[in-house]
């Protein structure tokens, strides 16, 4: 098993004016960051965001442009204060001009973070087939051809999301968590529980992996979301994780729509 991070992490240089905010929120929590030339320059993740929250950045940073992604219902209030105080705002949607194609037959419907993730992947590896693997309260397989086409991709539940509907959908199983040690065959209800939801979405990960490479030999494979990190080790394939990777498409969404002014 081969795996390596893509780090990106905030960096210390010289800030200067014109910085991005990049707003993304999620199904249960906000991730904000402030972008400097294309490098991080602080990232938060609230699992509560309102004005208390977004106007520090305004009062800290000398920000210029922003972005907001979400596939939740939004605070009319962080649009009118982001449209007020940025110099270019653009709240994403299927409209916004992207710097990939899209063959999706429902843009409308595609999700923003469904669309960052395949912006920032073709970003990072232009001129690479991709598939990006978005491990959080779902799991989305997304492909983008070398071409920087994005041609689809499948939803399915998330790690947490399957947990919870074994509790709730059934008269007598726990609800259960994440566990570093994974056995492959549980001995107890708990570790059944474990074994079978972990150890399914490992065979499903690496199987996706398995038969996009038979069409596409040299794919790229980005992992990224909340929990990225634990299926990291556990794949036997070669993954590259960018917990970031939806913050550094918004960026690039952003940068591109700037620069079309």
Known sequence: MFSRRIALLCAHFEIVDDLNLIIEQGNTAVKAAVYDRGKIVTTAVYEEFGLSELLPFFEQYPLENGILST???TDEAWIDCMNRRLKYFLFLDSRSALPIAIRY???????CDRIAVAAGAHFLCPGRDI???????AITYEIVEAS??????????GMT???R???QFTEKLPLVKQQDEVPLIGISTETAIVAGVVNGIVYEMDGYINELRKKYPDIFVFLTGGHSFYFERRLKNSIFAAINLVLVGLNRILEYNVEKQ
């Open 161 to 163: 999301t399957r947990f």
């Open 148 to 157: 920087g086409a994005y041609v689809g991709g499948n939803i399915s539940p």
């Open 105 to 111: 037959q429902t843009p409308e419907r595609l999700g």
């Open 131 to 137: 598939l990006v693997i978005d491990a959080g309260t």
């Open 165 to 167: 509907a074994l509790h």
């Open 71 to 73: 596939v939740a219902k």
